[in-house]
């Protein structure tokens, strides 16, 4: 039986690995931090183990001896530039720790979770090939996530099989604080708006699905762009009303409105201590394009992309079921 180690194993997309590798026969070893809520792991039957991506001599611990395949999933999604140097340690320095840690272990592979946002905010659709622009944004989640990159690169170059796979926005089960929140805004009829971008949407099931691939047979060294059905975020929204029976805007918010809600927001925060709603690092994101192809990803890999109404059906079925929608 082959074995995976999980980094961010209790977290959205964490989750729906864990199930997967579990489905296919994997023995998980799944890390999670003393304080968290392990209840769906419990639920998964995954093997739990308390460790923290920035603490080296838990990962030494933890990380079984020539294991078929570290997964690090864990990372900071945080987009308010107060938590930032939080953000760098958990992105980059846990990055760092993981992979030296997978070095030490004599790990036989390493699949790295990243995000469409190393590519930056550029117009179009992106494949692998386009730059890296993340490097210079200045939202650090894209950045710090740029850096976790090139973290694994410096661990390829001594050795380190690794593979890196580049989700962009994962709707599905598991979810209860990404576009979970939106979907809820739209059922309790609180949605205050919508901003005028567009994404490409991911199914968290094929997402999963492809990081074990990636494992299997990705290429070493290879970025795996895991888009798959592009739509604006007013198009979301309008699918989101269909799946809960609730009226949605009819049009867009204007970026400049969202821009000064943010600054206003980001002022008070900055008062209270509490974590803005909206900030400038959000509406930067959501008033653009990211866009990408999944080409590669779906000759390589197996990947599939899925209606955007299934995605959306699914995360709001699961919602419903436990019990996080009335």
């Not at 995954?46 to 999933?73: I, K, Q």
């Not at 567009?198 to 060294?221: I, L, N, P, T, Y």
Request: net charge positive; proline share 5%; charged share 25%.
């Amino acid at each position: 039986m082959r074995t995976a180690f999980v980094t961010g194993a209790n977290g959205f997309l964490g989750l729906n690995l864990v199930e997967e590798l579990l489905v296919q026969g994997w023995r998980v070893r799944a890390l999670h931090r003393p304080s968290s809520d392990t209840a769906y792991l419990e639920r998964l039957g995954a093997e739990r183990v308390v460790g923290d991506v920035n603490d080296p001599a838990s990962l030494a611990r933890t990380l079984p001896r020539a294991v078929d395949a570290v997964f690090h999933v864990a990372g900071d999604l945080n987009l308010w530039s107060r938590m930032n140097a939080a953000q760098d340690r958990v992105n980059i320095e846990g990055t760092r720790n993981v992979a030296e840690a997978a070095l030490a272990a004599g790990a036989k592979r390493f699949v790295h979770t990243s995000t469409i946002s190393v590519y930056g905010l550029q117009p179009g659709r992106i494949d692998e090939t386009a730059e890296k622009q993340g490097r210079v944004s200045w939202i650090n989640y894209q950045r710090s996530k740029f850096l976790a990159e090139e973290e694994v690169r410096k661990a390829i170059a001594r050795g380190l099989d690794a593979v890196i796979v580049n989700p962009a926005s994962i709707l599905g089960r598991y979810d209860r604080t990404g576009w979970a929140r939106i979907i809820r805004l739209v059922h309790e009829r609180r949605l205050p708006g919508v901003p005028p971008g567009k994404a490409s949407f991911c199914h968290a099931a094929e997402v999963a699905r492809a990081h074990v691939a990636a494992a299997e047979r990705g290429r070493r060294g290879e970025n795996y762009l895991l888009g798959g059905t592009d739509a604006s975020f007013h198009e979301l929204v309008r699918v989101i009303g269909e799946a809960t029976g609730r009226p949605v805007p009819h049009k867009p918010t204007p970026a400049g409105v969202l821009r000064v809600a943010a600054r206003i927001q980001t002022l008070v925060a900055a008062v209270t201590g509490r974590h803005p709603t909206l900030t400038p690092e959000t509406v930067g994101l959501v008033t653009r394009e990211m866009q990408c192809d999944s080409g590669k990803a779906m000759r390589e890999l197996g990947y599939r992309a899925v209606p955007l109404s299934t995605m959306v059906r699914e995360s709001y079925d699961w919602l419903r079921q436990e019990g996080f929608i009335a």
